[in-house]
């Protein structure tokens, strides 16, 4: 069902210079002191057509020289949205003239960004109007997809879901969804895939960036969701980054830091990261850890904290269990021996826990450096117990941030679109499987409900073995972001597996689709959507999809109806029509939980812009921190979780959490430190690792399409140390190949900072766009290996042993950007190739 483009005020523009913010990623500075209010600073760009830069502070880029409206410098409307492209949240308008988006400006009022955007929000916008869009459903006919009507491809998907129930059954069907729709798409798929199917296999990607977030956080506080929020960056006297690439992930985060760091009282920061970059420029400790070492790291530091005395014994008395059992664990770990397993100095170990052990007010971040790497659950489980023994939580500039990396990945985790049920209920407590099957008029046998949800990469394997014979991917791309990918092409392309993709563009993953839906993207369709500190908004349709492409909701409920789904009162299980019913509906199944939305309305996210959860009647206004008290959702009969053995992803069972925890206190989860099983040796003699870049998001589908992003990181590059380059016999834009015992990569060699032996590929890079037979020799995934975290099931694409060789010598340096971390140590031309 179509939605009419959102009616919002007009304005004109009066165009100024501006710095370019390809260059100046992060913009100019607005100092502010510790305690005080960070100064707005609003960002924005008008397309003139010409390929021009953006605009900082208050000015604004617009070609005067065009002859329509928007480039004359009018608009018609601005649009109420926040970005798309990363976790942050920041709020921003979208310009609309003549029908089209022209542009975007920052929400100088909200609360997350006070105005500012980051690259991909001033240009990500443009990526909607690529002529390449998807515009008509396609299915597959003799082996070749046909384009085809709406009718006809879905009842080719209800014809083969009909089948597969009657015969092998819900087990037979698996759902793989995104870190990018709105909240109502994913809760509408909750329902259909768990409550209307009957299928434990639904995931989103997610799984892929965040899982550790959630996991750790359950394991720790019982519950998902951030202690912490944005504004303890204003307070803190300490902030430390975890595997946590702030400068790229989080551009308008990172410039609250620097922003911190120029006014009065700046914060002290511990960067932990193998690779250096903008964060370990401005910190006062860098830690260089080896690849899979960073739970002995924390095992270190948690010694060492511990051994000075710099604990709260108090908070520990009254609001914490499992000290003695931590205390036992790192006492192994004096920082010789940290120093032993991480390849970091004792001395630099010492100089973090004293950073760490005497903060006043300490904010620590996490991200895919600990998320994507070995031992995920565990490391990112003793971040939390640094704060726990240490006090430092629910006060201003005292919390703990474990990051999302995608907009709306939270969403994916409230909503029941991943390995948890809806609400942040706990699938082994039957009590939370009652609660949900009342909310959704049914009885609790049709929510399966006999184990935990699958994982994608159990999915996979499924899919793999022939169990898994239909899957429905949204909004994602598995052909490149999924480790091993000749594994991945061979199972997404067996003809027993039926594949419906649903997506805004042409992926390597539509290659393979029996179906294909073209979607609607953001800017064109209307929802909600929640941002790595618990901030709400409200995300308006500014202009209409291409074609007859249709928002991913739309698809879903028509889904729904096809298959006449119904509740336990034989009336229909999906009854909505449009998001905001589906938003209230949301509300109700969130009420008393600790994601608790009951007290926002479309109208008020209008009127106010972000707003954080958990929002009521008894708090209006939001809540900016949680466990101000110590009040954890930790009970066992609240609980998310009962929680897992770290070490071997066991659950654990009802009565054995209750007699560790009884009390519904914070839970100081340990596990022992065990070195990765693939390690360096004589073939394969370097450490991967893969991660982002500031100017390209994801697999590349839209910010690939997008001029200014593009040209800023156009194509794959290898970043390299200097010694392990010179071993090799390879210099600054030399094509290099790396290999792995999974695949080869080739690509231009940028000479970095980087620790030494280990080698850095950003992820962002497959073929829609690569030269016709190339090969597969591109993407960073084909190197990476089948592996996951025991207790998240995140796939450890930070991990894998590799080489690197020397292949043609051309001239020019790597394509990477020269002002993010894979700046290179010489300038590209001062260091010639040996």
Known sequence: MSEEPERVSAGAFRPEPSPDRIAEPWGRRTPFGRGETWPERVDSYIADGSGSTGADGSSVTDGSAGTDGARAGRVDRWVPTASNFHSNGDAMELAVSDGRLVGVRGVAGDRVNRGRLDPKDLYGWQAISSPDRLTRPLIRVGGIQRETDWDTAMARITDRTRALLDGPGPASIGFYTSGQLFLEEYYALALVARGGLGTKHLDGNTRLCTATAGEALKESFGCDGQPGSYGDIDHADTIALFGHNMAETQGVLWSRVLDRLAGCEPPVLLCVDPRPGPVSEAATVHLQPKPGSNLALMNGLLHEVIAGG??????????????????????????????????????????????????????????????????????????????????????????????????????????????????????????????????????????????????????????????????????????????????????????????????????????????????????????????????????????????????????????????DLRDASDAPLVPWRGPEEVFEAWKECSRGRPCDYSGLTYALLRERGGIQWPCTTEHPEGTERLYTRGDFRSRPEDCETYGRDLLTGTPLDEDAYRSLNPDGKAVLRTAEY?????????????????????????????????????????????????????????????????????????????????????????????????????????????????????????????????????????????????????????TPYEQESP
């Open 674 to 826: 065990v070195p990765p099983h693939e390690q360096p040796d004589d073939d394969y003699p370097l450490w991967l690792t893969t991660g982002r870049t500031l100017y390209q998001f994801h697999t590349r589908t839209r910010t690939g399409r997008v001029p200014e992003l593009r040209s800023a990181a156009p194509d794959m590059w290898i970043e390299v140390s200097a010694a392990d380059a010179a071993a090799a016999g390879i210099g600054e834009g030399d094509l290099a190949e790396v290999s792995t015992r999974r695949g080869t990569v080739r690509a231009r060699a940028r000479v970095t900072g980087i620790r030494e032996g280990v080698l850095f590929l950003p992820f962002h890079y497959g073929y829609w766009d690569a030269p016709e037979g190339a090969g597969h020799h591109r993407a960073a995934n084909e190197l990476t290996p089948t592996s996951w975290d025991p207790a998240s099931k995140q796939p450890l694409f930070k991990a894998g042993s590799a080489r690197i060789t020397l292949v043609a010598r051309p001239s020019g340096p790597a394509p990477g950007p020269t002002n993010t971390a894979s700046k290179p140590v010489h």
């Open 310 to 563: 710099w604990i709260d014994s108090a908070y520990i008395e009254a609001h914490v269990v499992g000290f003695d059992r931590l205390a036992r664990q790192v006492a192994g770990f004096p920082a010789e021996a940290a120093a032993a397993a991480t390849g970091v100095p004792a001395e630099q170990i010492r100089a973090a826990a004293r950073l760490l052990g005497q903060a006043g007010r300490l904010l620590s971040t996490v991200l895919q450096g600990f998320y994507q790497s070995h031992q995920a659950t565990a490391a990112a489980v003793q971040v939390n117990n640094l704060h726990l023994i240490r006090g430092m939580l629910g006060r201003p500039g005292c919390g703990v941030l474990q990051m999302n990396g995608q907009p709306t990945a939270q969403n994916t985790r409230e909503c029941g679109a991943d390995g948890d049920l809806p609400g942040f209920r706990n699938w082994a407590n039957h009590r939370h499987v009652e609660e949900l099957a009342k909310v959704w008029n049914l009885t609790p046998d049709r929510i399966p409900h006999d184990g935990p949800p699958t994982h994608l990469m159990q999915m996979i394997r499924l899919a793999e073995e022939g169990s898994l014979r239909m899957l429905w991917v949204s909004g994602t791309n598995p052909a490149v972001s999924l480790p091993e990918l000749e594994r991945v092409r061979a199972v997404l392309g067996q003809d027993r597996l039926f594949l419906v993709v649903q997506d805004l563009f042409p992926t390597e993953t539509t290659e393979f689709a029996d179906v294909v839906l073209p979607a609607a993207g953001w800017g064109e369709k209307t929802g909600t959507f929640t941002n790595a500190d618990r901030t709400v908004h409200l995300s308006l349709k500014a202009v209409e999809p291409p074609g007859e492409a249709r928002p991913d909701l739309d698809v879903f409920l028509d889904f729904a109806r096809r298959m």
